[in-house]
């Protein structure tokens, strides 16, 4: 479990590409994200224009922040399925920003990851999907302002998943 924001390595960068597969691969290692998926052209314009299936993604954790399996950024729609995730911060993250979806089905979590380490939480949900605004600072609830509120995205749709991940 790496720390700090200096060194934040990504296995795949996909951008405002289609017609993309990421499969049968091991992905490990990655203080940033294994995968990151992002469409500043707005190309991907519904499921299954990038696809990411059957891999084994782990050991991308980071202490208190990244260390994701599949990260998906502005604009990007992905489908993520059969995939096995363990010891990642978040198996799956996605912002907020509008026109951002993914749909994940079929995966399996294994028990590690999920590793936030800040004082007020050890550890985090493994599907993860932020807001596009932080929310206002509401005395006694500090950490509530931490992109927690606006829009969360287009579409999200999580199916048929399996976890052994019980933090």
Same mark, same amino acid.
């Given at each position: 479990?790496?720390?700090?924001?200096?060194?934040?390595?990504?296995?795949?960068?996909?951008?405002?590409?289609?017609?993309?597969?990421?499969?049968?691969?091991?992905?490990?290692?990655?203080?940033?994200?294994?995968?990151?998926?992002?469409?500043?052209?707005?190309?991907?314009?519904?499921?299954?224009?990038?696809?990411?299936?059957?891999?084994?993604?782990?050991?991308?954790?980071?202490? =208190?922040? +990244?260390?994701?399996?599949?990260?998906?950024?502005? #604009? %990007?729609?992905?489908?993520? @399925?059969?995939?096995?995730?363990? !010891?990642?911060?978040?198996?799956?993250?996605?912002?907020?920003?509008?026109?951002?979806?993914?749909?994940?089905?079929?995966?399996?979590?294994?028990?590690?990851?999920?590793?936030?380490?800040?004082?007020?939480?050890?550890?985090?949900?493994?599907?993860?999907?932020?807001?596009?605004?932080?929310?206002?600072?509401?005395? =006694?609830? +500090?950490?509530?302002?931490?992109?927690?509120?606006? #829009? %969360?995205?287009?579409?999200? @749709?999580?199916?048929?998943?399996? !976890?052994?991940?019980?933090?």
């Amino acid at each position: 479990t790496m720390e700090g924001d200096d060194n934040l390595e990504t296995g795949i960068a996909i951008s405002s590409c289609v017609g993309v597969e990421v499969s049968n691969m091991e992905l490990s290692g990655f203080s940033g994200a294994a995968i990151s998926v992002s469409d500043p052209r707005f190309r991907q314009v519904g499921p299954g224009q990038v696809r990411v299936r059957d891999n084994y993604i782990h050991n991308n954790q980071h202490v =208190g922040g +990244w260390g994701y399996g599949v990260a998906v950024g502005a #604009n %990007a729609w992905v489908t993520i @399925e059969r995939n096995v995730f363990d !010891f990642n911060r978040h198996a799956i993250t996605a912002n907020g920003k509008d026109g951002t979806s993914y749909v994940a089905d079929h995966n399996l979590v294994l028990k590690g990851g999920g590793v936030h380490d800040k004082w007020y939480s050890q550890y985090t949900h493994l599907f993860d999907v932020h807001g596009d605004a932080n929310c206002d600072y509401l005395p =006694g609830d +500090w950490f509530q302002h931490i992109w927690n509120c606006g #829009n %969360a995205g287009t579409y999200f @749709e999580m199916t048929n998943n399996a !976890f052994q991940y019980t933090n």
